[in-house]
């Protein structure tokens, strides 16, 4: 059977990065494709008011997530070094710690998250026309966080080992069932937005449950190499851990767990996680301010918003890419091949950049078209916000990209406070802008906030590329 585990330390680094990205981006594209149409479903079956709703959960949601995603990919970033090294012991121990820390953190983060959603709610001034929807929504997706730990760390540890076509299958099925559902909750049981909420976990449970099968049946040789199980039951498994003709079988998932590979993790995922908590700090910020512009305004920010995602996918993909290409190559202790990774990886995020700038220009204005009813009230103002964030967007989306790419490329060689140091700049820039610069310039100032947010991010990574680049 053809495997799907990917050694990036050899090979040319452009085609590696392509084969390995792509497959994300697919995954990428159905997951945001699924919020896509739930923002389509929403506004057109629902109300305006509901795509405001939408538009009001946005930075509650990923600080939550984005803090799951950060730890996930903390802890993929050891596993793709130990996978890099060959060392066939430390890497399934890695495996087994990382699923630990998301075991830990999906019974927090649940608690927590019910805990915090009305008093955040009442401190980013909700518009009171959308604030019960907003908190419905939050409620149902919080209650999904076990399962979004699950997939995530399933997924990581998947890419981590090279195979990024698992996670896409995984998204092509969520996707498929989560579009399913929104016609069947909200426009066939006209379940509202909760309809929308219960789709989506529904859609994270389907896509957890594929990764997790795909590990099962992963093996791991003598060689160190990673291959999909097809011989039965008499190879060791990840997922079973079933042997032949080998005593003492109780306590060995015990066994597994290495404190040290458990603390270089820790020392990984936190950062990495407190990077989204202090982006989605400036983000919030935004959220307020925006907020306290109305609902018209809200609404075409959110419709706006929903497209600039989409099109973001194949940075975060690419991002993807460069962290498991970089961090199996330092693992192999090849500078050389590191520093032509992440030449290829900017060349082929700005070329990708300009492409989805343009989409957003030429047919911005179409798209959020689609996300409100034509018998709205003030339709016009609302396409006309989107349609201005979306040109300042497309200005500065190649900077975007850049900041995926020497974020990932960082990360990868084993920094992840310089990174999270990062996001204090963008939080900077943000803040400033929403508090300052819209006294200026008026709204328009929230759009540039997130412009000059790249930049100020751009400049200081750079410089911390260039230092490790140096070192080799």
Known sequence: ???????????????????????????????????????????????????????ATEWLTFIMFGVIQGITQGCSVVI???????????????????????AVGAAAFTIIGQIVITPMLKLLHTPPEVFALTQ??????????????????????????GNSRKPLFAMVIASIGNIALDLLLVMGLHMGIAGAAYGTVAAQILAAVYCVFALVNLRFTADGAVKEQTDGYDVQTFGTHKYKNVENKTGEAHRMIDGQILREQIKMGI???????????????????????????????????????????AATSYGHGA???????????????????LKAALIIGIVTALMMSGIMVFAGRQILGMFIKETEAGITVMIGIGYHYLCVL???????????????????????????????????????????????????????????????????????????????
């Not at 076990?146 to 080992?161: E, W």
């Not at 202090?278 to 301010?289: E, F």
């Not at 962290?323 to 990774?341: C, F, H, I, M, P």
């Open 1 to 55: 059977m053809k495997t799907d585990i990917k050694d990036m330390t050899s090979g040319s680094p452009a085609r590696l990065l392509l084969a390995f990205s792509m497959p994300l981006m697919l995954g990428n594209l159905f997951q945001q494709l699924y919020t896509f149409v739930d923002a389509v479903i929403v506004g057109r079956c629902v109300s305006a008011n509901a795509l405001a709703a939408l538009g």
């Open 80 to 102: 793709a070094a130990y996978f890099g090294q060959k060392k066939k012991d430390s890497l399934k121990r890695a495996i087994y710690s990382g699923c630990l820390i998301a």
């Open 136 to 161: 419905t929504y939050l409620r149902i997706l919080y209650a999904g966080v076990p399962v979004t730990f699950l997939y995530n760390i399933a997924a990581a540890i998947l890419r981590a080992l």
């Open 271 to 313: 950062p990495m996680g407190v990077q989204n908590i202090i982006t989605a700090i400036g983000g919030l910020v935004v959220q307020a301010t925006v907020n306290g512009f109305g609902v018209l305004f809200l609404t075409g920010y959110a419709a706006a918003n929903k497209l600039y995602v989409l099109l973001e996918i």
């Open 323 to 341: 962290l498991t290409y970089t961090a199996q190559n330092k693992g192999a202790d090849s500078g050389e091949r590191v520093r032509e990774g």
């Open 394 to 472: 497309a200005f500065g989306f190649p900077l975007l990209y850049c900041l995926y790419v020497l974020r990932a490329c960082i990360q990868g060689v084993g920094d992840a406070v310089n990174p999270m140091m990062s996001s204090l700049m963008q939080v900077f820039m943000r803040v400033t802008c929403a508090l300052l610069l819209t006294r200026l310039i008026g709204q328009e100032g929230v759009f540039w906030g997130e412009v000059l947010a790249w930049v100020g991010a751009d400049v200081f990574l750079g410089i911390i590329c260039v230092r490790h680049l140096e070192e080799g």
